[in-house]
T-cell receptor, first 114, second 113 residues
Framework: DAGITQSPRHKVTETGTPVTLRCHQTENHRYMYWYRQDPGHGLRLIHY???????DKGEVSDGYSVSRSKTEDFLLTLESATSSQTSVYFC?????????????FGSGTRLTVV | KQEVTQIPAALSVPEGENLVLNCSFTDSAIYNLQWFRQDPGKGLTSLLLIQSSQREQTSGRLNASLDKSSGRSTLYIAASQPGDSATYLC????????????FGKGTHLIIQP
C-alpha cells in the first residue's frame, strides 16, 4: 500500500498568519496533488506537482503556494490565512504505470482559521 | 471544463437491498474513472478503478460500469449492509492526465439495519 502521510492532522490558526501543510510519501511517485474539501463543493484541486520543482495551479489556487524540493515531500503554504481557507486538505499521489494508474489519498488535515 | 455529477445526492435504504449509484461527466475524453468511499471525518478509500478502455470492474459486492460515449458510470452495490453506509465519490481523469481527478459531490448512503 502506498505510504502517504499528512501533517499536522489538525490545526487552528489565526487570520493573517502563515501556515504550511506537509505531505510525505515513501515510494518515489512522480505526481502529487493538494485538494481541499468543503461542504457543497466537494473536492477541488489546489495545486499539483509532476516532479521536483515542477508544479502547476489547479482550480482553486489563489491564496496558496506549493513547493517540492524533494520527491517525497510536497508542501502547501497559505501565506496569510483567511477564514475562507478553513477546510479539510487532502494530499494525493498518483500510483501505477502507463495508463493503468489511480490515486491514493492521505488522511487529511483539518484546518480552522479563526 | 470537465464537470462530474452524482445522483442521487443522498439515499437511505433497508439492509439487504441492491442499489445503484450514478455518475455522469460532461467530457467523454477521460483516461480513467475511480470510485471512492469516504467515512465521516476520514480520508478517501479507493474502491474501483476503471480504465477508459474497460467497461466494468468488480470487487466483492461492488461492480462499477463505464460507458464513455454517453459520459456515465454506475456503481452497483449488492446485498447492502449497514457497514456500507458512507459517502461515495466518483472522480475522472481528463485531458493530459497530469492534473489529477475531477470529483463529483458524492452520494451520501445510509443503510438501515
Amino acid at each position: 500500500d502506498a505510504g502517504i502521510t499528512q501533517s499536522p492532522r489538525h490545526k487552528v490558526t489565526e487570520t493573517g498568519t502563515p501556515v504550511t501543510l506537509r505531505c510525505h510519501q515513501t515510494e518515489n511517485h512522480r505526481y502529487m496533488y493538494w485538494y481541499r474539501q468543503d461542504p457543497g463543493h466537494g473536492l477541488r484541486l489546489i495545486h499539483y506537482s509532476y516532479g521536483v520543482k515542477d508544479t502547476d495551479k489547479g482550480e482553486v489556487s489563489d491564496g496558496y503556494s506549493v513547493s517540492r524540493s524533494k520527491t517525497e515531500d510536497f508542501l502547501l503554504t497559505l501565506e496569510s490565512a483567511t477564514s475562507s481557507q478553513t477546510s479539510v486538505y487532502f494530499c494525493a499521489i498518483r500510483t501505477g504505470v502507463g495508463h493503468n494508474y489511480g490515486y491514493t489519498f492521505g488522511s487529511g488535515t483539518r484546518l480552522t482559521v479563526v | 471544463k470537465q464537470e462530474v455529477t452524482q445522483i442521487p445526492a443522498a439515499l437511505s435504504v433497508p439492509e439487504g437491498e441492491n442499489l445503484v449509484l450514478n455518475c455522469s461527466f460532461t467530457d467523454s475524453a477521460i483516461y480513467n474513472l475511480q470510485w471512492f468511499r469516504q467515512d465521516p471525518g476520514k480520508g478517501l478509500t479507493s474502491l474501483l478503478l476503471i480504465q477508459s478502455s474497460q467497461r466494468e470492474q468488480t470487487s466483492g459486492r461492488l461492480n462499477a460500469s463505464l460507458d464513455k460515449s454517453s459520459g456515465r458510470s454506475t456503481l452497483y452495490i449488492a446485498a447492502s449492509q449497514p457497514g456500507d453506509s458512507a459517502t461515495y465519490l466518483c472522480a475522472v481523469v481528463s485531458g493530459g492526465g497530469a492534473d489529477g481527478l475531477t470529483f463529483g459531490k458524492g452520494t451520501h448512503l445510509i443503510i438501515q439495519p
